[in-house]
Every structure is written in structure tokens, then in C-alpha cells.
């Protein structure tokens, strides 16, 4: 299991056109290159929708420091994944990829640039061709459940990048998206998947290495767990579950766990 501190990790320069990818906890992460960043799922507060539930520990993002926002990637309406108050922080004129059933609120809240993409659907934002890729989740601002939809993103510039959003495991719709990307680096949810309605939804570690492994990828960022306590799980089991499993499958230098503020850089 790779480690990373919480600074960009030291080493050889890193080339101009590499992507930064930084975890703010939850599926919050930021994918720079050239000082242009994509947000992807931006909940920056101390609760989540600002009552329910609160961080495991106080986060030391300041989003009114983030400069450079170039686009933000919603894979659903849940209230972990659409927090209103963390898009407030960020540009309203920069363009926002979502899927269906989620665009109208975020018009009347100013976003002047709102896409509306379905499964396979492309866009292009800055250097990025962004395309949404099936989840196995289910949509809906709660409890309205069924409302909007839900999917997760691939990112094809300098690199290429799969944000999976929430997702259950589902081997045919990973093998599917293996099947049109060679993905450097596959941004996975690993936490949650304990009672049957949550384990249909969502993936446990060892889910999320087989979908790693069937995705192809060259790496692996494993996201969705810790940073706030609603996996009805022990808090550290996740990651005692990944690196475990990493050691035995021979993953252990393709995976790289991160603190939240810290960075991974993708060639």
C-alpha cells in the first residue's frame, strides 16, 4: 500500500502535463493540471446538507483558496454528493456535468452552465473529454428516492481518469467501461456495502479491488469511507479490509491510500 502525506509526494519533478489528484475525503477530490481543476462531488462542510451527519475529524480545506476551478463533475443528488453550501464556494459560470433530474435546482441557484448527461453521453470541459459511465446506485434528493439519476465520470486529457461515483459492484458494467477506456488511475468508493439494501448500492474493499482489477487500471484510489461515520461499519475496517487484500492479490504498489488534503500525481 503506497503511502502519501499530506503534501504532494517529493520525488523527481513532475512533468508539466501530469494531473494532481487530491482527496478532500468522502468523493470530494480535486484533478488539476496546469493550475485548471476539475471538483468532483464537492462536500466541503462539517455536516453533511449542514445537520446530518458530522466529519470523523475537522477538515482543513478552505475552499475559498481553491483558485482555478474549471468545471465540477455531481454523480447523484444525495446529500453526501450534492451539498449546495460547497458549490456556493465555487464559480457558478463554470460548467457542471450531472445526470438527469438534477440540473433544474442547481439553475435556480445561479449555475449558468449546467449539462445534463446520460450514460455513455460526452463533454468537454477545458482539456477533458467527460463522459458519464453507469453506476449501480440509485438516485433522488432523500427521501425522494427515484427522482434524478445517478453515474459516475471518465476523464480522457492528459490522462485517464474513472471517478466512479457511488456504485455497487457490477461486473458486466465494469468490464463495459474496461471495454472503451484504458483508465490510468480508477477513483473507488470502498466503504458501506454491510446490511442488503447498502450492499446492493455500494462496495466493500474487497468489491472494489475485484472491480479494480477488472477495470484494467493502472492505479487505484480508494474514496467514501472515513470521513464521515454512515457505513454502519467499524470506522477502520475499510482500510484494514483493503490493505489486507492489496497484499494478497499483489496489489499493494497499484493502490495508494490518501489523507484527506493530500495529493497523488498521475503521469
Known amino acids: 500500500m503506497t503511502p502519501a502525506s499530506a503534501r504532494a509526494p517529493e ?3 513532475v512533468p508539466p502535463s501530469a494531473t494532481r489528484v487530491t482527496y478532500l475525503g468522502h468523493a470530494s477530490l480535486l484533478i488539476e493540471t496546469n493550475g485548471a481543476v476539475l471538483a468532483t462531488d464537492p462536500v466541503y462542510g462539517e455536516r453533511i446538507g449542514g445537520f446530518f451527519t458530522r466529519r470523523a475529524s475537522p477538515s482543513t480545506f478552505r475552499p475559498g483558496d481553491l483558485r482555478g476551478v474549471v468545471g465540477i ?3 447523484h443528488a444525495h446529500h453526501d454528493h450534492l451539498d449546495y453550501p460547497s458549490l456556493a464556494a465555487l464559480p457558478r459560470s463554470a460548467p457542471i456535468a450531472v445526470p438527469w433530474g438534477v440540473a ?3 439553475r435556480w441557484r445561479g449555475h449558468s452552465d449546467v449539462r445534463v448527461l446520460r450514460r455513455w453521453q460526452q463533454t468537454q470541459i477545458g482539456t477533458w473529454t467527460v463522459t458519464a459511465v ?3 446506485h ?6 425522494l428516492v427515484g427522482t434524478s439519476g445517478h453515474q459516475g465520470y471518465v476523464l480522457e486529457g492528459p490522462a485517464c481518469i474513472y471517478f466512479a461515483g457511488d456504485t455497487g459492484f457490477d461486473a458486466p458494467m465494469f468490464r463495459a467501461i474496461a471495454d472503451r477506456f ?3 488511475l480508477a477513483i473507488l468508493p470502498i466503504a ?4 442488503p439494501w447498502f450492499r446492493r448500492n455500494h462496495m466493500n474493499a474487497a468489491e472494489a479491488l475485484g472491480a479494480f482489477q477488472l477495470l484494467g487500471a493502472k492505479q487505484m484510489l480508494p474514496m467514501h469511507f472515513e470521513t464521515f461515520p454512515a457505513s454502519f461499519e467499524p470506522a477502520g475496517e475499510p482500510r484494514r479490509q483493503l490493505v489486507e487484500g492489496s497484499a494478497r ?3 499493494t504498489r497499484s493502490v495508494t491510500l490518501l489523507a484527506p488534503g493530500a495529493s497523488l500525481w498521475v503521469p
Open 249 to 251: 492479490l499483489g496489489l
Open 134 to 136: 453507469p453506476s449501480r
Open 104 to 106: 433544474t435546482p442547481l
Open 73 to 75: 463533475l455531481i454523480s
Open 182 to 184: 484504458r483508465i490510468d
Open 192 to 195: 458501506g456495502a454491510v446490511v
Open 11 to 13: 520525488g523527481p519533478p
Open 138 to 143: 440509485f438516485g433522488g434528493r432523500l427521501p
